[in-house]
Structure formats: C-alpha cells, structure tokens
C-alpha cells in the first residue's frame, strides 16, 4: 500500500502524538486494580501458595535441617514462592485472552496505545501481582518464625524469585494469545502444577526415578528453581540451567511476539 | 457503474486535506472480494452515510479507513495522513458495533483508562455528562445494558476530540427511543464542524442524519450522493411490456429511458416520463400487456444492493 504524501493543515498542526505510545501510570493503575478484582487469581496466586508453605513448610523439624545457609524451611518457602509468583505472572499474562475475546485489544487499536506499550504495562502489572504473591509467602514465613537464613539472602532469593517469574509472565502472553479465554484460565492452573513438580518445586528432582529425572531437568521451571535457590545453597550455578532459562525465555517471548503479530493482522 | 458521483474533490475550499481520501481501495480475503476500487473522498464537515446490505463491504471499508486493515490495492489517507498517525494523534476515533468493553471496569474507569493514552484529551467529567452517564460512572460496565454500553463508546470516542467521527452500525440492537436520542446527540456534536461518517443498514437512518449517501453493493459504490439525489433517482417509474424478440438495439432509442433491463420477454425500462415510454412502446413496437408502477426509495435501494442488478446501464 502506498500512502498519499502528508500535507498538515493549519488546523490540525497542534495535535501531538501521545508520548510512550501512551503508556502511562493511570492506566497501569487500572490494569492492577483489574486483577485484583479476579477474586479467583488472587487466592490462587496468593493464597494457595501461602496456604502450600504452611502446609508443608514447616512440619517435620524442617527448621532444625540445614539447608546450606539455612535451613530447610527456608529452602521450601523459595520454592513456593516461586510457584506462587509464576501463577501470578502467568495469570497476568494470559488476561490479554479475555481482553481479545471481550473486544477490547480491538478497542485499544482504535486510540494510540501502541502494541508494545501495550505489552510493558501487561509484564508491568504481572509483575506487581507476582511481587504480592512473592511478598505474601515471604510474610507468612516470617511471622511462622522457622525459615532461618540472613536477611542478605530473605531479600537476595525473594528478589530472585521476582525477577525470575518474568520468564512466566512471557508463557502467560503466549497462552493468553494462542488460547481461547474460555480455557485459559483453568489450563494454567494444571499446566503450571505439572511443570512446579517437573521442576522440582514440591518434591526434589533427585527424588525422580533417573529416566524421569534426565526428562524433568528440560522442563521450564527446573533450570529457573535451581537458579532461584542458589544464594541459600551456595553450591554454585550449573550452567545447564541458564540455558534451560534463556532457552524456554525465546521459545515463550518468541511465541508470544509471533502470536501477537498474527493477532493484530487478523482483522 | 457510479450512479451519482460528486466528483473527486483532492482538496476542500479552505485548502485543508480531505478527511478521508480513498482511491482505488480494494480489499479481497482470499477468494473473496469484499471492498473492490472503492474511491471515496471525505470533506471536513460532512455527515456521511455508507449504506448497503449486510456483506456489502461496509465494515471492511470502515477498517480501512480505521487503519485496522490493509486495503490489498489502492491508497488510503486520513486528513493527509496514514490512518494509525491520525488516530495517535487523536484526529479520528471510532464507535463500533458490539464489545470493545471490559466487563470488570466501572465506566468512569473506562472512560479514565481511554483518556489517559491521549496526549490532548477533554475532561473526564465532562465527557462523562455530555453523554449522559454520569448517574451510572461507578456501576460495572457488565452490569450496563446495551443502550448505555453504546453511550459509553460514544464518551470513548468523544475524549479525544476527534476531527473525524466513524460509526459502525452504531444503533443496531438499539430500541426506537435509543436510536433516536443517540442520533440526537450526534447531530448536536456534528453541528460543532465534526466529519461524521455511519455505516448502517437502516435506510431511513442514512436518510434522516447523512448530508450524503454511498451505496454499497458486493464491495463497490453503487451511488455516491445526496439522500435528495438518491430519492430523485427512485422518483422514477418502471414501465414493464411483454415484447418478445426484444433486442438492445432495438430498445436504444426510447426516448426519456434511464436504463432498459430484458428478461426474456418482458422488457423492463426506469424512466421519469413513462408516458413517453409507455407511447413509444405501444405505438413504436409490438410491445403488449404494458404495466405501469411507481418505485420508493426503499425500491430503489433494494434496486440498487439486491443481488441481481435490477438497474442496469446509467442511470
């Protein structure tokens, strides 16, 4: 298509462009109070995970096992910090499925909210979520009294945790934009239970008969638990697992950038 | 094939670009052709209709203009500019026809989250009362029912201040009384200098609101003018003979025809001096069982976007 030369009328010369492609904080402020109207994410983001930690964080003298820097309470408080945060970056990400089945993706064509703004404030606003569910487990271990590490490391795994739910929020958009909404939301709950136990986030993954162990450690959640439980263990980083991590980043940023495209050309 | 055409106009009187300028624009999905060479020129100020059945083109034309799609041939501009510049500008926005709101959002939060992606935008409040939901801001958008959703797009639209206003069957599921104060509302903003442009399907709405009408039939502009030029076009009568082994030729030279049409034996002529058609027939040719009958404007539309052209020739 070619487009007809630009010629600006004295009339129109004082409209501007919105700046950012119109990001802005009132509109990330009603993303977030959107979620957390969802009454069901937050207790299965928030909540369950929380409930998960007291559930199986601190029984059987956990708190007198050590666990590198810690204690062993600690070490299963990261990781259900970590399933709670990729829930909520997951959720975050796949609510663009119901805005395209509500019209609305559509609707914001028609302003000048560009796509990739668009996407900052969805990663945005999953990211808000994930840190709340980070928070919360974070909470209730402190509160529960049996966690015991440094405050260095309270802060170095939780901020881990936070930063590596990011990878999540990608797998949400590409869910959010390959799925229809009617099953989204229910899909994630199971594929991401699958994937925490795959990945080691209930049970060790060296507690796994050895062919199921060589198969789990491809999984998406297992290079980034591993990573996240590295300052408590301080055994080091594998290298396997950085490229578990970067490898399943491209395969999700990358789905979810292609499904956008196909999404957007649609109409 | 144009009908009535007020001619391609580059440029209004005052030297500012067309609001809408397209030319040439088709647009095929696949096999199907749904906008074919469509030009159709905009001036600021105007109140257009584009009228037609349901499939004519008429939402493809509209995501076009809208920058939604991409016409597969021919050149599309809005206020001299690529559509997509015009709307992050704020110069064009838009009403479409169902969805496009978040259940879970109040309407203020709505119309608050639209606002804010502007760079130049009105006043929330005043958005919010010059369409006539303030009273229902803090209720949940799924708990509106259909005519005061639509008067929540219409604030959406509103906010920006838009140059060019485009409605897609903007009243359709609308009751009498939510048909008629909607179009009250937008002909009182039109009259602030606003181009409108409505898709519709509802004749007697193209002709009550549109400054001018375009017909659309399977993807191309059957007529392009005023609603008096449209009904002038039907005031015409069709004169209807058996006249067997009738020829085109032969039926050239009636004088006052707009078009002659042959189905087998009966000839069918559109005139607005039947007499002299009907004289000529009977006394010029063995034309017999002659019928004489008035066309409305509803024929002529149905005339003009039925699937088989009941008008052929110019008109």
Known sequence: MSIAPSTTAPDL???????????????????????????????I????????????????NYDKLPAGHGNISAFVMISLALYGAVLATTFGGAMVSIERAQGWSRQLRLTPLSPVAY??????????????????????????????????????TGFSVWIGSLLFAAFGLFLGYLLPAENVMQLIGLILGLLSFAGGLFIPVSQFAVGVQDVAKWTPLYGLNQLVHTPLLGNGVDWTWVVNVIAWLIIFGGGAAWRMRQDTARV | MTAINTGPRAWSASGSPLAVNLTGVSKDFGHVHAVRNVDLKLRSGEIVAILGPNGAGKTSTIDIILGLSQPTAGTVSVFGMHPRQAITRGLVSAVMQTGGLLRDLTVRETVE?????????????????????????????????????????????LL????LLVLDEPTSGMDVEGRRSFWSAIRKDAEQGRTVLFATHYLEEADAYADRIVLLRHGSVVADGTAAEIKAMAAGRTVRATLPGAS???????PGADSVEIRGDTVLVQSKDSDAVARYLLTQTAAKDLEVTARGIEDAFLALTADTPAITGAI
């Open chain 1, 13 to 43: 010369s004082d409209r501007r462009s919105s700046p950012l492609g119109g990001f802005n904080l009132t509109a990330l402020k009603l993303e977030i109070r959107r979620l957390t109207r969802n009454r069901r994410t937050i207790i």
């Open chain 1, 45 to 60: 983001s928030i909540v369950l995970p929380v409930f998960f930690f007291l559930l199986f964080g601190l029984n059987r």
């Open chain 1, 119 to 156: 996407i900052v404030m969805k990663i945005m606003t999953a990211l808000v979520l994930g840190a709340c569910s980070v928070g919360a487990v974070y909470i209730a271990g402190d509160v529960s009294g049996k966690p015991s590490m440094s405050v260095g490391l309270w802060i170095a």
């Open chain 2, 113 to 157: 989250y639209t606002a804010s992606l502007y760079a130049q935008r009105q006043p929330v409040g005043e958005v919010l009362s010059s369409a006539g939901i303030t009273e229902i801001a803090d209720r949940r958008v799924g708990k509106c029912s259909g005519g005061e959703q639509q008067r929540l797009r219409f604030a959406l639209a």
């Open chain 2, 160 to 163: 920006c201040n838009p140059e």
């Open chain 2, 248 to 254: 085109e030729a032969m039926l050239s030279g009636i």
